[in-house]
């Protein structure tokens, strides 16, 4: 799988895991719910800035959002 796929694949499983709707996402951590389908669907490659975004909102390591990387 492609780092973007991946990152896109972690992002999708820890959201849906913490029972949240894209919406939700994007009202904790700042980003325009736009934004988090295109990561989501492995549109966009995210800035560390974004990553450290959504780790907070998820309230998670951002290792987890790059978990399984290659």
Do not use: K, W, Y
Not at 41 to 67: E, F, H, M, Q
């Amino acid at each position: 799988m492609e780092p973007r796929e991946q990152f896109a694949a972690n992002l999708r499983r820890l959201r849906t895991t913490a029972d949240l709707s894209q919406e939700d996402l994007s009202d904790l951590s700042g980003l325009h719910a736009t934004e988090i389908s295109r990561l989501e669907r492995g549109v966009r490659d995210p800035r560390l800035s974004t990553i450290v975004r959504l780790a907070r909102a998820l309230r998670v390591d951002a290792s987890a959002l790059l978990a399984e990387l290659r």
